[in-house]
């Protein structure tokens, strides 16, 4: 922190302390500390607010989407930042990017239990595009869906001898095991 300028000392419990006021570099405010205590420390304390939530459901999914898309890593990211999906830059704000996504999922109907979801499943991760949903609603929103159409055109292009089961997960972001019931008729029977 910065020292801005000294305040006049004060005598607490018999013993005098000087105090200044600091500018925080974390929170971008004025902050009144001992002078001792503002020369020593990075931050007012603001970090420790902000990071204290690291442990909380909403922190969690905060990291997780970051790691979905920013981590080539993950083993999700091919699913995400590989397509090309983003996150909106006030979520992924160096200093405030938790503390935006925390007040926006607040205001915007987060609770225990509920998941969040891209309306639009190639669209990004932004305000516009996001909502909190139960895992039913989840499941119905998923790019790898398969209806019965999908599962037919999954046959047909099975039965050409031109794709392999393989090919056809990867095409249709499934398992292998999910394409061989298809074609087998085991799942969404003709």
């Not at 931050?43 to 790691?67: A, F, N, P």
């Amino acid at each position: 922190m910065k020292l801005i300028r000294n305040l006049p000392t004060k005598i607490i419990n018999g013993r005098v302390v000087s105090y200044g006021i600091f500018w925080c570099e974390d929170c971008k405010q004025e902050v009144e500390k001992r002078l001792g205590n503002g020369l020593r420390y990075k931050s007012c304390g603001c970090y420790k607010i902000k990071h204290s939530e690291s442990h909380t459901k909403l922190y969690r999914v905060w990291h997780d989407m970051k790691q979905r898309i920013l981590n080539p890593n993950n083993k999700f990211y091919k699913d995400y930042g590989d397509r090309g999906i983003a996150i909106c830059p006030e979520w992924t704000d160096k200093e405030n990017g938790y503390i935006n996504f925390r007040d926006w999922s607040l205001n915007n109907g987060y609770k225990e239990g509920l998941f969040i979801d891209r309306k639009n499943p190639n669209g990004n991760y932004e305000t516009s595009n996001c909502r909190w949903i139960t895992v039913l609603e989840s499941n119905r929103n998923k790019t790898n869906t398969i209806t019965m159409e999908i599962a037919n055109e999954i046959r047909f292009k099975h039965n050409t001898g031109n794709y392999t089961q393989k090919e056809l997960a990867k095409k249709f972001n499934a398992s292998q095991r999910t394409i061989s019931y298809i074609i087998n008729n085991k799942i969404w029977k003709t």
